[in-house]
């Protein structure tokens, strides 16, 4: 069983930053493609940035320019730095990974909150 475990989430002032990361369990080059989303208090889950086992990325239109995703496959680690954070990036945010074969297996962690202050 996979399990993606999410650190770095804090409060941060708005113009700050933080660097997410989320630990597999396993091998992320197993994985064809992982991302970071969020959910904000009333909202529903969001995509914030995702990239492929090739390397391929793409992000929000509200984060690109500002957040960054990338992976260590040699620390089985994903990351996401965010520059410039403002208070409309407070959520929790949440690791996935997903596996697709036959058929798809998406896996979550548990999320890391962060708030930015005004």
């Known amino acids: 069983q996979v399990q993606l475990v999410e650190s770095g989430g804090d409060l941060v002032q708005a113009g700050g930053s933080l660097r997410l990361s989320c630990a597999a369990s396993?091998?992320?080059?197993?994985?064809?493609?992982m991302g970071w989303y969020r959910q904000a208090p009333g909202k529903q889950r969001e995509l914030v940035a995702a990239?492929?086992?090739?390397?391929?990325?793409n992000y929000a239109g509200s984060v690109k320019g500002r957040f960054t995703i990338s992976r260590d496959n040699a620390k089985n680690t994903l990351y996401l730095q965010m520059n410039s954070l403002k208070p409309e990036d407070t959520a929790v945010y949440y690791c996935?990974?997903?596996?697709?074969?036959?058929?798809?297996?998406?896996?979550w962690g548990q999320g890391t909150q962060v708030t930015v202050s005004s």
């Open positions: 996935n990974a997903a596996i697709v074969a036959a058929t798809v297996k998406v896996y």
């Open positions: 396993g091998s992320i080059s197993s994985f064809d493609a």
């Open positions: 990239i492929s086992s090739g390397g391929s990325t």
